[in-house]
């Protein structure tokens, strides 16, 4: 009979250790969880900030942008010029002088 009581005490503390670690990796995880909150979190704050602080650089990128495009088009007209003058000058002087280049 003892030996059966001791069977029973030793599944009993069996059962004790194993509820104790059980409950030991829930709190664990729980605590997990919650880090990986925070930091999901602070990552989307990160995003966040960046994005405002991007903001004014693409729209000044932007601007930029369409003022070379309002360059390059008024240097594609003057070289138009420049190459109808040439042509010109060619038919003018009978090719005399060599422009082409």
Do not use: H
């Amino acid at each position: 009979m003892s030996s059966t009581i001791l069977m029973v005490i030793m599944i009993c503390v069996g059962l004790a250790i194993g509820l104790a670690g059980a409950i030991l990796v829930a709190q664990r995880t729980y605590r997990l969880n919650k880090a990986i909150k925070a930091i999901d979190r602070q990552r989307i704050e990160n995003v966040s900030r960046r994005i405002q602080e991007l903001t004014p650089r693409i729209e000044e990128t932007k601007a930029k942008q369409a003022e070379l495009a309002e360059r390059l088009k008024e240097l594609e007209i003057a070289n138009k010029r420049l190459t109808y003058l040439r042509e010109q000058l060619n038919i003018a002087t009978g090719r005399v002088f060599k422009t082409d280049s």
